[in-house]
């Protein structure tokens, strides 16, 4: 098929012109293939902002699949796609601009009465950040998130404890975790702690599991115990030795909100046990800020997409 639909191209020319004829094929204006790509495509869409896509089963659309919990809506979003020039870009706009995305994850009596596997959307599904999202979201936290938004992967290695982790004394370390390289046996360790996919098959829908690796990682992962540094780094830049300043920085950088009164004393708290274990230390004070900023990346509230 991709023979005899490629261009007749120069004998110079350094491509075989098969990639071109294959997406002009399958986006071919009101044909089968472009229909069914259209909804594939809007449904991964949809899984990603909801965790379950408008069809359940994004590897198959057909008779044996999954029905379509709002077929309408797959159909409507499907047009869109096509009707934007196929613009990935637009309809991620119409989602995130959609009251179902804006709506609170807060549930209430009658929803749950109603729809306890809030299939139909009452509220927003609480769902935790991806694997790459909260490595992402703890350097932007604390500062040291690279802009980089194209070149080269970042390396990763195996370190003689067995984990794969990234060189931060390497250009681009810090980019962000789509750069990071990935091969079959060598998955960053962090990343696979929460789901990332193996690359051993073909994943349509990654595993979303909770368990105590999770939170071993986060209270001694070398990674999570430089970020906690860095962020109290940061906090003692932005607001000196003001810790009442800090406490709420901390909290608006890592959870977007400032604490409530509960998480405030029980932050004070923490701080002030944490100095009398460093009290022989020459940076005390330091010392107890890095591991509280470290203990608010094990929130739920840094965790969890609300």
Same mark, same amino acid.
């Given at each position: 098929? $991709?023979?005899?639909?490629?261009?007749?191209? %120069?004998?110079?020319?350094?491509?075989?012109?098969?990639?071109?004829?294959?997406?002009?094929?399958?986006?071919?204006?009101?044909?089968?293939? !472009?229909?069914?790509?259209?909804?594939?495509?809007?449904?991964?869409?949809?899984?990603?902002?909801?965790? !379950?896509?408008?069809?359940?089963?994004?590897?198959?659309?057909?008779?044996?699949?999954?029905?379509?919990?709002?077929?309408?809506?797959?159909?409507?979003? %499907?047009?869109?796609?096509?009707?934007?020039?196929?613009?990935?870009?637009?309809?991620?706009?119409?989602?995130?601009?959609?009251?179902?995305?804006?709506?609170?994850?807060?549930?209430?009596?009658?929803?749950?009465?109603?729809?306890?596997?809030?299939?139909?959307?009452?509220?927003?599904?609480?769902?935790?950040?991806?694997?790459?999202?909260? *490595?992402?979201?703890?350097?932007?936290?604390?500062?040291? $998130?690279?802009?980089?938004?194209?070149?080269?992967?970042?390396?990763?290695?195996?370190?003689?404890?067995?984990?794969?982790?990234?060189?931060?004394?390497?250009?681009?370390?810090?980019?962000?975790?789509?750069?990071?390289?990935?091969?079959?046996?060598?998955?960053?360790?962090?990343?696979?702690?929460?789901?990332?996919?193996?690359?051993?098959?073909?994943?349509? *829908?990654?595993?979303?599991?909770?368990?105590?690796?999770?939170?071993?990682?986060?209270?001694?992962?070398?990674?999570?115990?430089?970020?906690?540094?860095?962020?109290?780094?940061?906090?003692?830049?932005?607001?000196?030795?003001?810790?009442?300043?800090?406490?709420?920085?901390?909290?608006?950088?890592?959870?977007?909100?400032?604490?409530?009164?509960?998480?405030?004393?029980?932050? *004070?708290?923490?701080?002030?046990?944490?100095?009398?274990?460093? !009290?022989?230390?020459?940076?005390?004070?330091? *010392?107890?800020?890095?591991?509280?900023?470290?203990?608010?990346?094990?929130?739920? %509230?840094?965790?969890?997409?609300?």
């Amino acid at each position: 098929f $991709l023979a005899s639909t490629a261009p007749n191209l %120069a004998p110079t020319a350094n491509t075989t012109g098969r990639r071109r004829a294959w997406a002009e094929w399958i986006t071919e204006k009101n044909s089968p293939q !472009a229909a069914l790509l259209a909804r594939v495509t809007v449904n991964r869409i949809w899984q990603h902002y909801f965790g !379950a896509g408008i069809v359940a089963t994004p590897d198959n659309l057909g008779l044996s699949g999954a029905k379509p919990t709002h077929p309408e809506l797959l159909e409507w979003l %499907a047009a869109e796609l096509v009707d934007s020039g196929w613009s990935v870009k637009a309809v991620h706009k119409k989602i995130l601009a959609s009251l179902a995305f804006q709506q609170s994850a807060a549930p209430h009596a009658r929803g749950l009465e109603r729809d306890p596997a809030n299939q139909f959307l009452w509220r927003f599904p609480l769902r935790r950040l991806d694997a790459e999202c909260i *490595r992402d979201a703890m350097l932007a936290a604390c500062g040291r $998130l690279d802009a980089k938004s194209s070149g080269p992967y970042v390396p990763t290695s195996r370190s003689g404890a067995g984990e794969v982790l990234v060189d931060e004394s390497k250009p681009g370390a810090f980019a962000r975790s789509l750069f990071l390289q990935r091969r079959r046996t060598q998955v960053p360790t962090f990343l696979g702690t929460f789901d990332a996919p193996s690359i051993v098959f073909n994943c349509t *829908r990654r595993a979303d599991t909770t368990m105590p690796l999770q939170a071993l990682s986060l209270l001694n992962s070398e990674m999570v115990v430089k970020r906690g540094a860095d962020l109290a780094g940061r906090l003692a830049s932005d607001c000196g030795s003001d810790a009442e300043a800090k406490l709420t920085r901390a909290f608006l950088l890592t959870t977007g909100r400032a604490p409530t009164a509960p998480e405030a004393a029980a932050a *004070r708290s923490f701080l002030d046990s944490q100095q009398k274990v460093y !009290a022989d230390k020459s940076d005390t004070a330091s *010392r107890a800020w890095a591991d509280f900023c470290q203990s608010l990346f094990g929130l739920n %509230a840094f965790l969890y997409l609300e």
